[in-house]
């Protein structure tokens, strides 16, 4: 079965730096969500997306900014670049169900910033 | 807002030792639980879930679940555990926000099994 794609898996940057994450949702799935995992830390979400609308914002620092395009896939823009952006960025895909929905995470982009 | 806590961070144990993570949350109206495991490098998974019905929910790889609706509670469960379970665990948690459903993740859980 078709998961949620997500590209570049691995992404170092230099401190000011600029970075695109991509996303691709499982096909038919109306919403995508970003989530943030530092080192040892649980997923914290940053922003949603449903039907290409931005749904909800998380802990999204103002130097992120993210979209989602007329196919669903989804973009996560990064710039300004700071050490403690480090971290896996997960990508996650659902179709909403209501309360039942479930949410089918991608295999991450772990960014490292230097 | 919506809170998880998993009260053990750390878990050390042996092999066919029986497994106990807590998973606490906040929200008092009806909620939809998750368990995920991450393998080391790799991405979430997910255990099981817990929608509506027997409140004793099974999962994949012998893990089952636990809720108690009076003790806003959510545990996870494996009798015996193995090697191959060293992983970290997150108890997760569906509310509403805004107009749709943000699943709120625990800190987790990380078990080391002893072979």
């Known amino acids: 079965a078709a998961g949620v794609i997500q590209s570049p898996r691995h992404l170092i940057k230099e401190k000011r730096e600029t970075a695109t994450l991509k996303c691709y949702p499982i096909?038919?799935?109306?919403?995508v969500y970003w989530y943030q995992q530092g080192p040892g830390q649980d997923p914290q979400f940053l922003i949603s997306?449903?039907?290409?609308?931005?749904?909800d914002k998380g802990s999204i620092p103002d130097r992120f900014s993210a979209q989602q395009f007329s196919d669903y896939h989804s973009e996560l823009n990064m710039s300004s670049l700071e050490l403690g952006d480090s971290a896996l960025y997960f990508c996650?895909?659902?179709?909403?169900?209501?309360?039942?929905?479930?949410?089918?995470f991608g295999q991450g982009t772990r960014l490292t910033v230097v | 807002a919506q809170s998880v806590s998993q009260h053990n961070h750390h878990v050390i144990l042996s092999e066919a030792a029986s497994l106990e993570l807590g998973c606490n949350y906040s929200?008092?109206?009806?909620?939809?639980l998750f368990w995920y495991v991450q393998y080391p490098g790799q991405h979430l998974q997910l255990l099981l879930k817990?929608?509506?019905?027997?409140?004793l929910v099974k999962g994949i790889k012998g893990f089952e679940a636990e809720f108690i609706k009076s003790k806003f509670s959510f545990n996870l469960r494996k009798p015996s555990v193995q090697w191959s379970d060293t992983a970290e665990y997150f108890c997760?948690?569906?509310?509403?926000?805004?107009?749709?459903?943000?699943?709120?993740f625990g800190r987790g859980t990380s078990l080391i099994v002893h072979p």
């Open positions: 997760a948690v569906n509310s509403p926000s805004g107009g749709s459903y943000i699943p709120t």
């Open positions: 096909p038919r799935h109306d919403t």
């Open positions: 996650a895909s659902s179709l909403t169900e209501g309360l039942n929905t479930e949410a089918f």
């Open positions: 929200y008092g109206g009806t909620v939809n």
């Open positions: 997306f449903y039907e290409k609308m931005q749904s």
């Open positions: 817990y929608f509506s019905g027997d409140p």
